[in-house]
């Protein structure tokens, strides 16, 4: 079988295919014949060594994947050979072929395509973990998100409708508008407009309810004052750490350097909360779980359907990400291993 490989910090041009003989699964795992594989921003910072929680180089990325169960390893219970299932792979996704947990893949319904069930857990996942679960979202609430044509901006769109919140709005670059507002969403060009005064001009002066930022350093200040009283910050990203495909560390220090730091008498002064949120991090796999549950049943009752930008042969991967990088994905990317 064959994966893809970061072999060491690097650009897209670093990333290697290998072949490697097909794996057995150990006692409690099952082996996956993997057709798809979701692409997140994480995959990219990891390339970069901008990550911090990835497993030493050499090493396969890829969080989520979808596909068939093949072999049954001692000891393995309720699932089948053949069996359709979304496997949540933490690494090594990016694979024709990966033994993991049994207790780490959840079956899928015939109506669940495996386009959708690879592009759900990271993206949908961590926009339900931040607004339903951390932030009881609720009805007529007001949500302010950044990247909001990429992966987790699309499904940050269509959990806040299913809410009923009563207004989204989505920064992101210029040739994105049509699509952000096609999502019922207020678009903020995230170059030339102020998002801060736009909230608060659109809330009628208060800011919103819940603002969600993947983008760290000093936006994060921004995208704090552009809340409410009782407002809340979501802090689970650094965007603007990465510059293009290569690393930069001078971007990355830069990031680093003008991160905030809040004060929590402020904070407090003002109800306002910030959270720090790191999906690949939560040490309790039932509450991941709870949200994959509660997001199949959504897009089982047709409230949610993952948006793909587009499907790429994994041997093509490095032009799937440089797409990414490039900022012209809409939705999700994914790989196919089929
Ligand atoms: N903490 C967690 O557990 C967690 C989980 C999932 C995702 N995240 C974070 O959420 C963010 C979105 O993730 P995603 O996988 O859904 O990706 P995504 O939003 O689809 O990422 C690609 C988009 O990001 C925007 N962007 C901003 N700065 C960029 C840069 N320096 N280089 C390239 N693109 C940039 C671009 O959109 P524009 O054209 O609009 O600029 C681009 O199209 C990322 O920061 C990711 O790390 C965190």
Redesign the pocket.
């Known amino acids: 079988m064959r994966k893809v490989v970061y072999p060491k910090v690097g650009g897209v041009d670093s990333i290697r295919i290998v072949e490697e003989e097909d794996p057995v699964p150990p006692k409690g795992q099952v082996c996956v014949r993997i057709h798809r594989a979701g692409?997140?921003?994480?995959?990219?910072?990891m390339r970069q060594g901008l990550y911090g929680s990835n497993p030493d180089y050499p090493f396969t990325p890829g969080y989520e994947a979808a596909g068939e169960v093949i072999s049954l390893g001692e000891s393995v219970e309720g699932i089948s050979l053949g069996q359709r299932v979304l496997a949540m792979t933490g690494f090594g996704g990016y694979s024709e072929m990966v033994c993991i947990d049994a207790t780490r893949v959840v079956p899928l319904p015939d109506s669940i395509s495996y386009d959708q069930a690879a592009a759900l857990p990271?993206?949908y996942?961590?926009a339900y973990?931040m607004l339903v679960h951390l932030g009881n979202l609720s009805e007529g609430e007001t949500v302010l998100i950044?990247?909001?044509?990429?992966?987790?901006?699309?499904?940050v769109a269509q959990i806040c409708e299913a809410y009923g919140v009563s207004k989204i709005i989505g920064?992101?670059?210029a040739?994105?508008r049509e699509f952000v507002e096609s999502l019922g969403m207020h678009f903020v060009d995230?170059k030339s407009e102020d998002f801060v005064s736009i909230c608060k001009s659109l809330t009628d002066g208060k800011g919103v309810h819940h603002a969600i930022d993947?983008?760290?350093g000093k936006h994060l200040m921004r995208s704090y004052k552009a809340l409410r009283r009782g407002g809340r910050l979501y802090s689970?990203?650094?965007?603007?750490?990465?510059?293009?495909d290569k690393r930069s560390m001078v971007t990355a220090l830069r990031m680093w350097a003008s991160t905030p730091r809040f004060d929590p008498l402020k904070m407090m002064r003002s109800n306002k909360a910030v959270y720090g949120?790191?999906?690949?991090?939560l040490d309790d796999e039932s509450v991941f779980k709870g949200h994959l549950e509660a997001l199949s049943g959504m897009l089982l009752k047709g409230q949610i359907d993952p948006i793909i930008?587009s499907v790429w042969r994994f041997e093509k991967v490095a032009e799937a990400q440089k797409h990414?990088?490039?900022?012209?994905?809409?939705?999700?990317?994914l790989l196919d291993f089929s």
């Open positions: 692409i997140n921003f994480a995959d990219l910072m990271v993206t996942g961590t973990h950044h990247h909001a044509a990429g992966g987790v901006g699309t499904a920064t992101a670059s040739p994105k995230s993947p983008v760290g689970f990203g650094a965007s603007a750490a990465v510059k293009g949120v790191h999906m690949g991090l930008d990414m990088h490039d900022r012209k994905n809409r939705g999700k990317i």
